[in-house]
């Protein structure tokens, strides 16, 4: 076969919707991470400077933070090695299924997944057994690992229930940031607003951040202002707002990857083995 005759078949069998799942998890999970650590960091400084004058107040919260921080280097580090399993997985059951179909003529390694993963022939022709190839081979001891769609997608199914409750989580931030946020606009346009300046306040302990007996906990009026006006401030909230984005792309992402894979997995049971749910 030519080369470009080689690529056109490789691109037929290429699983676009993984592709982009990957690309969606990577980035997502990046962006999640990456911006989430700088945030919490930036929450860290603004509570220390503004809010309280006792390290005994906020020590439990510095705590949390720091512990969250090391579960998002546990969280990148997964999901950038389960979402290159996922496009494994992709590649390889698309491309059984689609030759079940008869749209993608399977080269050496793919016939060697396909006879895995389909449980199609082993390799014995009128000569009797024939000498397996050495890519075939490996191509079949990956096809046993990756070629089960059913085990990803219930592995995937789980994931996504837990980065859902992650997705909620993510949007707490960035509401407290957008509350405090609205009430510096009020007090910057004072003609808006019926309330005194002076009794426009952000309460860092009304979200449980500190405890209730922390001094002096809350900023009002134009002291607020000013923080709001501050750079670490601005920053903050930016990086909340794009680890939301973040968490919302690998959502996407993650659900790609189940209907992908649910979908090869049901091609495979019902026409690859001949197999009834």
């Keep these: 076969l030519g080369l470009l005759e080689c690529c056109a078949r490789c691109l037929i069998g290429a699983p676009f919707a993984s592709l982009v799942a990957t690309g969606l998890c990577f980035f997502g999970v990046a962006l999640f991470c990456g911006c ?18 006792n390290y005994q107040d906020y020590e439990y919260l510095i705590d949390v933070i720091h512990a969250f921080q090391y579960a998002i280097y546990g969280t990148a580090s997964f ?3 389960y979402g290159a399993l996922l496009l494994a997985e992709g590649f390889y059951t698309t ?22 993963v389909t449980g199609g022939p082993k390799g014995r022709g009128a000569r009797g057994p024939q000498r397996a190839h050495s890519l075939q081979r490996v191509c ?13 997608v219930g592995i995937t199914y789980v994931l996504t229930i837990i980065w859902l409750l992650v997705f909620a989580c993510s ?35 009304m979200y ?61 049971k019902l026409m690859g083995r001949g197999t009834k749910f």
Aim: hydrophobic share 45%; charged share 10%; with cysteine.
């Design 36 to 53: 989430g650590h700088e945030a919490l960091t930036g929450t860290e400084q603004l509570i220390e400077t503004y809010f309280s004058k």
């Design 79 to 81: 999901f950038f090695l």
């Design 95 to 116: 491309g059984a299924v689609r030759q079940i179909f008869g749209d993608y003529r399977t080269t050496i390694c793919g016939k060697g997944l396909s006879a895995t």
């Design 140 to 152: 079949q001891c990956l096809g046993k690992w990756l070629g089960h769609p059913d085990k990803f």
């Design 171 to 205: 949007a707490v931030p960035v509401y407290i940031y957008f509350n405090t946020w609205t009430t510096c606009q009020s007090i910057a346009n004072p003609s808006k607003t019926s309330a005194s300046i002076g009794t426009l306040c952000a309460d860092a302990r």
């Design 208 to 268: 449980g951040v500190l405890p209730w007996n922390a001094f002096p906990g809350k900023v009002c009026g134009s002291n607020l202002l000013s923080i709001c006006k501050t750079s670490e401030f601005q920053m903050t909230f930016h990086l909340f707002i794009a680890a939301f984005v973040g968490a919302a792309a690998t959502l996407v992402s993650l659900l790609t990857f189940m209907i992908a894979a649910t979908y090869n997995f049901a091609v495979l």
